[in-house]
Structures are given as C-alpha cells and as structure tokens.
C-alpha cells in the first residue's frame, strides 16, 4: 500500500527541469552582455544630444533620461511657438501686400531747392506710368539727375532723381508737382501715352519673364535696394 502512495504521489508532481547545457549557459552571458553594451551605447549617444552639463555634476541613467524627455519637450514648444510666429508673419504680409495693392498706384514727391525727388510706387502692369512721368520732367525744363526702381512681389517702386534750372526752380517745381499728381491720380486714361524717347529708352519695364535688375539713365546711376 505505502509502494502504491508513494508511486501516484510521484505522478502527481512535475518532473524537475533537465539541467542546462554548458554551452547554453555561455550563450545566455554573451546575449546579456551585448545588450548591456547596446544599452550603454544608446545613452551615450542620448547624453551627446542633450544640452552641455556641468562636469562637477554626475548624473545616472535615470537622471539622463528624464532630462532627455525635458528637453525634447522643450524642443516642442519652440518649435510651436516659431510655427505660431511664421503664420503670424505670412499673415501679416498678404495683409500688407493686399493694403498697398488697394493704394497703388502711390506718388511721393520732395522738393529741396532745386533738386526733386520722385517715387512711384505702381503694380507690375502700371510701367507706362514712368514713361510718362519721364517725359514731363524735360518739358518742364528739369533735368534728370538718376533714375532706378526695384521690384518687391508684385509691386515696383521707381526713383527719380531731377535738377530743376535755377531761372524756373520756383514756379517750375510746383507746376512739375502739379502735373505729376494729375498724372497719376487724375484719368490716365485721358493721358497720352506716346513712344519713349531716347532718353528712356536705357529704361525696361519690369516683366514676368525679366529679370528685375535696376538700370539707368547715366554712370551717376545709384541703386535704391527696397
């Protein structure tokens, strides 16, 4: 009886585990050391992406960590705050670029003496409003000192540098402003718009296919960067 208990105790038990190879145990080590040193590797390169440290501090694995999650999170709210700053900055320019296209075109006239300076600021299409403006300085006994405009987006801006002769500076340069402002606020569609001369000719109109570089009337030529 005490031969049979003692038999179905024994089936009723697990067997134990065979006992491990040598060589698996080898493996185990090997495995276990080349994933510590994979582990070591990463946090090196982790601690080479993080913000200088002092050398008197000593920071551990879990301290380098929660540093790193710190810092990436840092790293988002720039970048939100500068995504935030450039849709701010597009906005503003389409706004801007809109209240000056509704302006245009736009003449700002300074008078020194004898001396006047033009500026035109006109869309890409409003060019013959310079040939224009070009051949009524010499009508009103102004010489054209330089000249040059500059392109931004689909606006141009046009300079006019001009001497008035001394014997008709005083009365010349408020008819020449007179005439200016008709020019341009008043019908231009009434103005006559006649071939350009000789003289403005050294001029080319700005276009879509050509490239926006300033050009001149004489070598005293001086280029306005917008």
Same mark, same amino acid.
């Given at each position: 009886?005490?031969?049979?208990?003692?038999?179905?105790?024994?089936?009723?038990?697990?067997?134990?585990?065979?006992?491990?190879?040598?060589?698996?145990?080898?493996?185990?080590?090997?495995?276990?050391?080349?994933?510590?040193?994979?582990?070591?590797?990463?946090?090196?390169?982790?601690?080479?992406?993080?913000?200088?440290?002092?050398?008197?501090?000593?920071?551990?694995?879990?301290?380098?960590?929660?540093?790193?999650?710190?810092?990436?999170?840092?790293?988002?709210?720039?970048?939100?705050?500068?995504?935030?700053?450039?849709?701010?900055?597009?906005?503003?320019?389409?706004?801007?670029?809109?209240?000056?296209?509704?302006?245009?075109?736009?003449?700002?006239?300074?008078?020194?003496?004898?001396?006047?300076?033009?500026?035109?600021?006109?869309?890409?299409?409003?060019?013959?409003?310079?040939?224009?403006?070009?051949?009524?300085?010499?009508?009103?006994?102004?010489?054209?000192?330089?000249?040059?405009?500059?392109?931004?987006?689909?606006?141009?801006?046009?300079?006019?540098?001009?001497?008035?002769?001394?014997?008709?500076?005083?009365?010349?340069?408020?008819?020449?402003?007179?005439?200016?402002?008709?020019?341009?606020?008043?019908?231009?569609?009434?103005?006559? !718009?006649?071939? %350009?001369? $000789? *003289? &403005?000719? @050294? !001029?080319?109109? %700005?276009? $879509? *296919? &050509?490239? @926006?570089?300033?050009?001149?009337?004489?070598?005293?030529?001086?280029?306005?960067?917008?």
């Amino acid at each position: 009886m005490e031969g049979n208990r003692e038999i179905r105790q024994w089936q009723t038990q697990p067997p134990p585990p065979p006992p491990l190879a040598a060589g698996t145990k080898v493996e185990r080590k090997v495995m276990e050391k080349n994933r510590r040193n994979q582990m070591k590797l990463l946090y090196s390169k982790l601690k080479s992406l993080l913000p200088d440290q002092p050398s008197n501090v000593a920071m551990n694995v879990s301290d380098q960590v929660e540093e790193a999650i710190n810092y990436i999170k840092s790293l988002e709210t720039k970048l939100k705050r500068q995504q935030e700053k450039k849709e701010w900055l597009l906005r503003s320019g389409r706004s801007s670029s809109d209240d000056v296209g509704r302006n245009l075109p736009e003449l700002k006239i300074r008078e020194m003496g004898s001396a006047v300076e033009v500026v035109l600021t006109s869309g890409l299409g409003d060019w013959f409003i310079f040939y224009q403006i070009i051949h009524i300085f010499p009508e009103e006994r102004a010489q054209i000192i330089n000249a040059s405009y500059s392109v931004l987006g689909t606006t141009v801006f046009y300079t006019l540098h001009a001497e008035i002769e001394d014997v008709v500076y005083e009365f010349g340069a408020r008819k020449l402003t007179e005439r200016l402002k008709k020019l341009v606020y008043g019908s231009t569609s009434d103005a006559e !718009i006649t071939q %350009p001369s $000789a *003289a &403005a000719s @050294y !001029i080319h109109p %700005p276009g $879509a *296919a &050509a490239a @926006y570089t300033p050009t001149t009337y004489n070598p005293h030529f001086r280029s306005h960067e917008i």
